[in-house]
């Protein structure tokens, strides 16, 4: 475990900037559009970090550089963020852009070093220490909102990466002809997985002007975000010995949910209902769905795969980048129609249900037909 050790302080950095300065600029400006292109701009370069890294690790052996940049970029953007808007808003897409890093990195450090037994509990701690970053970069943004502990806890990181895996080594894992298989095969579960995300950015994206229409204090912002990762934290502990065997069944009850919650709340919102304080247990409810879906998603999609692991993820997180920067836009777009705007994202996680529905009905298809 000592190769992950940094991993709680890149995650608390990561939270505590990815929170701390949309909630500041839409605070001190009242734009939805400026923080929608805030939220865009993130999102385009972790959209972006994604693929490239994903690409890069996949065809080179080395992994301690890479476990070292992350708190390095990350350090960097910080004092990107003390500057003026234009200087704030490089420094939250450079944000985004080393965050990428992380999930394709750790991913395969993880698959190359531990038995495929060890790890699904290896993946349950690692979990475990970035919902424990998370909470704690939530946490300091709504008590702190200083942003030397971000600096901090990225120097922390890098200084315990120096140590940590100073001689990691990993193998080159691409084949280009398997890698574009794949990736038809798993087209329509691209497909599902964006109108997810897509619909998930929607309401993460809004639920801050919806506090601010009912007269919320920010620091309840903050505090859902920090509830939202110990109840996360639960689900995740909960869905690794729960949801074996029953993949598909959690998928759709996610799904589900996620739907019934958006149409309320669009309703709500259209029949000029105040839900005041109750944004924080509907931010809580819909967010804390999430680890149940992944585990099951991603235990289905990568049941088998052997090659281009980094480069899949990879595609995956770009994918949901890509539709959190449509989701984040169409916030900015549609200004302060909020019901309609959960409105569209109801509508979005429907096209995932239907879409994953297909997927599964041809890969059950796959594996009936005959060997070639």
Not at 254 to 276: D, F, Q
Request: charged share 15%; hydrophobic share 50%.
């Amino acid at each position: 475990m000592r190769r992950f050790l940094a991993l709680p302080f890149i995650t608390a950095s990561v939270s505590f900037l990815g929170i701390w300065f949309p909630v500041e600029l839409y605070s001190s400006t009242k734009s939805v559009f400026l923080l929608g292109l805030a939220t865009t701009v993130y999102n385009a370069t972790n959209g972006l970090g994604s693929y490239l890294w994903g690409d890069i690790i996949d065809r080179t052996h080395r992994r301690t550089e890479f476990v070292i940049a992350i708190p390095t970029m990350l350090s960097l953007s910080v004092l990107l963020l003390e500057g003026n808007l234009q200087e704030g808003l490089i420094g939250y897409g450079l944000v985004g852009f080393s965050s990428s890093l992380s999930s394709p990195l750790y991913s395969v450090i993880l698959l190359e070093n531990y038995d495929f037994e060890e790890v699904p509990r290896i993946n349950s701690r690692l979990s475990q220490l970035n919902l424990a970053g998370n909470a704690t970069g939530s946490l300091a943004a709504g008590l702190l909102g200083d942003v030397k502990f971000p600096l901090i806890c990225s120097t922390a990181g890098l200084l315990i990466s120096l140590v940590a895996v100073k001689d990691l080594k990993g193998k080159e894992n691409i084949d280009v002809k398997e890698r574009i298989r794949a990736i038809g095969e798993l087209r329509l579960a691209l497909l599902s997985f964006a109108a997810f995300n897509f619909g998930a950015e929607i309401f993460f994206t809004a639920f801050v002007p919806l506090n601010y229409r009912f007269g919320n204090s920010r620091f309840l912002i903050y505090a859902g975000y920090t509830i939202l990762y110990g109840a996360d934290e639960l689900v995740y502990y909960l869905s690794s010995t729960r949801v074996k065997r029953r993949h598909e069944m959690t998928i759709f009850t996610v799904t589900y949910l996620r739907a019934l919650i958006l149409l309320l709340t669009s309703v709500a919102l259209e029949a000029g209902l105040n839900l005041g304080a109750f944004t924080l247990p509907l931010f809580v409810s819909f967010g804390s769905l999430y680890p149940a879906y992944s585990l099951s998603f991603f235990s289905l999609i990568f049941r088998g795969l052997k090659k281009n692991r980094a480069s899949i993820i990879g595609l995956f997180n770009s994918v949901e980048d890509v539709a959190n920067i449509l989701g984040s836009a169409a916030v900015s777009f549609m200004g302060n129609e909020l019901a309609s705007d959960y409105l569209m994202a109801f509508y979005s996680i429907s096209l995932s249900i239907l879409t994953l529905h297909r997927f599964l009905t041809a890969v059950s298809k796959r594996s009936l037909s005959p060997p070639q």
